[in-house]
């Protein structure tokens, strides 16, 4: 009984780990207004990139527009693609579109006007980035922003491409 009890208790910390590592399950909206699944953001088996953003914070600007200058060529790299959740509230979240159009940003775009993505992630600053592997894990989180931080991001990406 003791052995079934401490198995049952392993099996119950190893699944709770996992867990920790996944992306939470919350409904957020694209910029056309269509709700999607925060769970269920893939990048059909290669790693992807979580940037939490709002339009006001200008390091996250800064990060962003300079993933921009390289994302073409990471892309052709590693197929990796880049998920901007921005955090913008009420009027804000209006001058989303208008930003991203503006940069010229490819990037897939998403709105977390009632902050559910970014607490279910235990985001508390941001510019906040996670990498996610090609099966779904959070395997590197970062906050804020330096010149040239996106170079270990990509690191990171490339990394995990043949995990």
């Given amino acids: 009984m003791k052995k079934l009890t401490l198995l049952f208790t392993i099996l119950l910390v190893a699944f709770a780990a996992q867990a920790q590592n996944a992306l939470p399950s919350v409904n957020i909206k694209t910029l056309a207004g269509k709700e999607i699944n925060t769970a269920k953001l893939n990048n059909n088996g290669k790693p992807f990139i979580i940037s939490f953003f709002a339009t006001w914070c200008k390091p996250c600007l800064r990060e962003l527009k300079a993933i921009n200058e390289v994302y073409a060529d990471w892309q052709d790299e590693t197929g990796v ?45 941001i510019p906040a980035v996670f990498v996610v592997d090609g099966k779904g894990n959070i395997v590197y989180t970062h906050s804020g922003y330096s010149d040239g931080s996106e170079e270990h991001l990509i690191e990171v990406v490339r990394k995990h491409l043949k995990k």
């Avoid at 693609?81 to 009027?91: F, M, N, P, R, Y």
């Fill in 81 to 125: 693609k880049l998920i901007a959740v921005s955090i913008d509230e009420g009027q804000n979240a209006q001058k989303v579109k208008p930003l991203v159009d503006g940069n010229g940003w490819e990037y897939e775009v998403l709105l977390d006007s009632n902050s559910d993505f970014k607490r279910a992630m235990k985001v508390n600053l």
